[in-house]
């Protein structure tokens, strides 16, 4: 990881004004501490990513009480978004198919944590994400056609498993509570999808590109949200590997971020006019 402090200054000087709680010690763990290092640099919390195990009954009473604590943490911090993926355990096993019972487990947990986040004044949006129990087409169907759970629709993460983002934009589009914007090469999610290779190798060999440069229809999916009036946030979440050490001050990631920005300010904007 990045310093925290670089980070945070150049996403505010590229004009962001808030971010999603980012991996474990990118933040502080107090909730005063989030909003008082966010702050500094004019930003807010959004929320955040969180695993989640729901299939599993092993899991339940320690699934409630991570997903509570979380929900207070976020709410402290001024996030309105819990962003729930779910995995099989805690390591991120690789998925396997579900039987009924753990089917119905799934769909009963999301049910609760939404329940949680309410009380808390969130929003939980589940978000489809490679080697997840949400990741192929089959698996965001079944979701959408037994839980009433709203959607982050990551383009990235749904356009790997098969599912067409502007398509899902349509068709989900009243689930939709929040989007990540996310760029794929589609050439190199076979090995990803056959387990022959893992998402961090894949990562580091260019899986994801600046917005504009993979084969995803960014603009389609703004395009069709926008017509139908979607009012939350887009975040620009730009998987990146560092392999090199740290990167000088001004080099590194910032220059994708400066990419997909311009994308989208030269590209999609104009094609909502």
């Known amino acids: 990881m990045l310093p925290t402090d670089r ?14 709680l ?11 501490d989030v909003k008082a290092e966010l702050g500094e640099f004019g930003m807010t919390l959004l929320g955040g990513f969180t695993p989640i195990v729901c299939h599993d009954p092993a899991f339940r009473d320690e699934t409630i009480r991570s997903a509570t604590a979380t929900a207070k943490l976020f709410q402290r911090a001024g996030a309105t978004k819990f962003v729930s993926a779910v995995v099989v355990d805690p390591s991120w096993s ?33 978000h489809p994400h490679v080697q997840t129990l949400v990741e192929t087409k089959d698996d ?8 009433d759970v709203h959607w982050c629709l990551d383009t990235g993460h749904l356009a790997i498993g098969g599912v067409d983002p502007v398509q899902f934009a349509i068709d989900a589009f009243d689930r939709v509570g929040h989007v990540h914007l996310k760029d794929v090469n589609l050439s190199m999610v076979a090995p990803v999808l056959a387990r022959e290779t893992t998402l961090m190798a894949a990562t580091q060999a260019g899986l994801f ?11 389609g999916v703004v395009r069709e949200l926008e017509s ?15 392999t090199d050490g740290l990167p000088p001050v001004g080099e590194g990631p910032i220059h994708q971020v400066t990419t997909s920005l311009d994308f989208l300010r030269d590209v999609v904007a104009p094609s909502l006019a």
Do not use: K
Not at 228 to 242: K, M
């Open 228 to 242: 139908r009036g979607y009012q939350g946030w887009y975040v620009i979440e730009q998987d990146t590997a560092i």
């Open 22 to 32: 980012g991996a474990p010690g990118f933040l502080p763990e107090d909730p005063d």
């Open 140 to 147: 965001v169907n079944r979701v959408l056609d037994t839980c």
């Open 7 to 20: 980070v945070l200054g150049e996403m505010s000087g590229l004009g962001l004004m808030a971010t999603e």
């Open 94 to 126: 690789l998925p396997t198919a579900l039987d009924i019972q753990q089917q119905r487990a799934m769909v009963e947990m999301l049910d609760i944590i939404d329940d949680i986040c309410e009380e808390h004044g969130l929003e939980q949006v589940l």
């Open 209 to 219: 590109t600046p917005l504009g440069q993979g084969n995803v229809d960014i603009a």
